[in-house]
T-cell receptor, first 111, second 115 residues
Framework: GDSVTQMEGPVTLSEEAFLTINCTYT??????LFWYVQYPGEGLQLLLK?????DKGSNKGFEATYRKETTSFHLEKGSVQVSDSAVYFC??????????FGPGTRLSVLP | GAVVSQHPSWVICKSGTSVKIECRSL??????MFWYRQFPKQSLMLMAT?????????EQGVEKDKFLINHASLTLSTLTVTSAHPEDSSFYIC???????????FGPGTRLTVT
């Protein structure tokens, strides 16, 4: 079945450091790919998405590019802030109905 | 963007009692809603898919008689945890699919603690 793999956390960075969180997926067909963010004690918020190969999703300084050849959707940000501390989930959906989530990567940004 | 609310945001109940959690889509009609469970420091696990006016579809391993789901209208789905036990303590998150978009909108979650 479909699956999503994320890099193991937690990830701890200093403010203004460069962030990469790796995400790879296994799926039949051509799913849409998503990054969700979960702040402490809250539900998930959509951060960005891409619906087809080579699409780049971007939001709040975060970017991720749908790479079909490497089945990847790595999340990047050039300069993280303390307020970016959260858990980040990579997810895929083949039909907008069923979502498969990765295990999540906890990010801590220190001042 | 579309907004999904949950009520209550947290609840503490005694073992053996039942708890109802509501999930509402505030500014769109959701023919399909989803219920997830999240254990501490873990990912979301889909429990069931709820379609308006029909029976919910449960994932393998989820007891349908314990987790009762009702989707009586296009904006409301409820999850009732019956005869709750401490092992049912968890973070329950619902989501709703906006029919015209290829994504789901998530509620803020309900933290259930069973003592």
């Amino acid at each position: 079945g479909d699956s999503v793999t994320q890099m193991e956390g937690p990830v701890t960075l200093s403010e203004e450091a460069f962030l990469t969180i790796n995400c790879t997926y296994t799926a039949t067909g051509y799913p849409s790919l998503f990054w969700y963010v979960q702040y402490p004690g809250e539900g998930l918020q959509l951060l960005l998405k891409a619906t087809k190969a080579d699409d780049k999703g971007s939001n709040k300084g975060f970017e991720a590019t749908y790479r079909k050849e490497t089945t990847s959707f790595h999340l990047e940000k050039g300069s993280v802030q303390v307020s970016d501390s959260a858990v980040y989930f990579c997810a895929l959906s083949a039909n907008g109905q069923n979502f498969v989530f990765g295990p999540g990567t906890r990010l801590s940004v220190l001042p | 963007g579309a907004v999904v609310s949950q009520h209550p945001s947290w609840v503490i109940c005694k073992s053996g009692t039942s708890v109802k959690i509501e999930c509402r889509s505030l500014d769109f009609q959701a023919t399909t809603m989803f219920w997830y469970r999240q254990f501490p420091k873990q990912s979301l696990m889909l429990m069931a898919t709820s379609n308006e006016g029909s029976k919910a579809t449960y994932e393998q391993g989820v007891e349908k008689d314990k987790f009762l789901i009702n989707h009586a209208s296009l904006t409301l789905s409820t999850l009732t945890v019956t005869s709750a036990h401490p092992e049912d303590s968890s973070f329950y998150i619902c989501s709703a699919r906006e029919p015209s978009l290829y994504e789901q909108y998530f509620g803020p979650g309900t933290r259930l603690t069973v003592t």
